[in-house]
């Protein structure tokens, strides 16, 4: 199984500022995914994040708001841009093994005022 | 495209009492099915999957699943909880679908009371 970090593993954020989350993963994957878990809720995939080429975004989110970076096979950032309180949430990256066990980061807690 | 239905948003049981959480899947694909866990302000962990073989699937924590794809569900079961079962659990399903991705159901609350 993948070890997989987070950085900040939490923040507050003032309204229309960004925030860049970072995920190190602690061998190369080829899959790495950015979810949202918002309060009380499941997990929402964000996106895939595509080493090399850009990123795979799902129906509701975008790049303008959602821009990810994936320079590696072992590292990926996701920035929330131009936040609102509706951003505050758990996100959390992850990694899908070949059998497509998802490994999950600790999650980082955004709270927007 | 696929979908998860967890019946059961909370589930209140008493500690040593058994416990079956419920999820239903569809999917116009093959799948692979998932059960995991998360404990009070921890990230998520795999609790069971399902890819194929043996319908039954068995776990961590003495828990286990049973693949039943005529009714194409995948509950999830433990005869005898703890305390310390006491979490969210999300039943997930993995198809491809022009890429490999995971759905999410909406959660179970297991409460174990003493």
């Known amino acids: 199984s993948a070890v997989i970090s987070q950085k900040p593993s939490r923040d507050i954020c003032q309204r229309g500022t960004s925030l860049t989350i970072q995920c190190q993963v602690d061998?190369?994957?080829?899959?790495m995914f950015w979810y949202r878990q918002q309060p009380g809720q499941s997990l929402t995939l964000i996106a895939t994040?595509?080493?090399?080429?850009?990123?795979?975004?799902e129906s509701g989110f975008v790049i303008d708001k959602f821009p990810i970076s994936r320079p590696n096979l072992t590292f990926s950032t996701l920035t929330v841009s131009n936040m609102s309180p509706e951003d505050s949430s758990i996100y959390l990256c992850s990694v899908s093994s070949v059998e497509e066990t998802q490994y999950f980061g600790p999650g980082t807690r955004l709270l927007v005022l | 495209a696929q979908s998860v239905t967890q019946l059961d948003s909370q589930v209140p049981v008493f500690e040593e009492a058994p416990v079956e959480l419920r999820c239903n899947y569809s999917?116009?694909?093959?799948?692979?099915l998932f059960w995991y866990v998360q404990y009070p302000n921890q990230g998520l962990q795999l609790l069971l999957k399902?890819?194929?073989?043996?319908?039954l699937v068995k776990g961590i924590n003495g828990f286990e699943a049973e693949f039943n794809k005529s009714q194409t569900s995948f509950h999830l079961r433990k005869p005898s909880v703890h305390i310390s079962d006491t979490a969210e659990y999300f039943c997930?399903?993995?198809?491809?679908?022009?890429?490999?991705?995971?759905?999410f159901g909406a959660g179970t609350r297991l409460f174990v009371k003493a």
């Open positions: 061998s190369q994957v080829t899959m």
């Open positions: 997930a399903v993995s198809g491809y679908t022009g890429g490999f991705k995971t759905i």
């Open positions: 399902y890819l194929s073989g043996s319908t």
């Open positions: 994040a595509n080493q090399g080429s850009e990123a795979t975004y």
């Open positions: 999917s116009s694909v093959s799948v692979y």
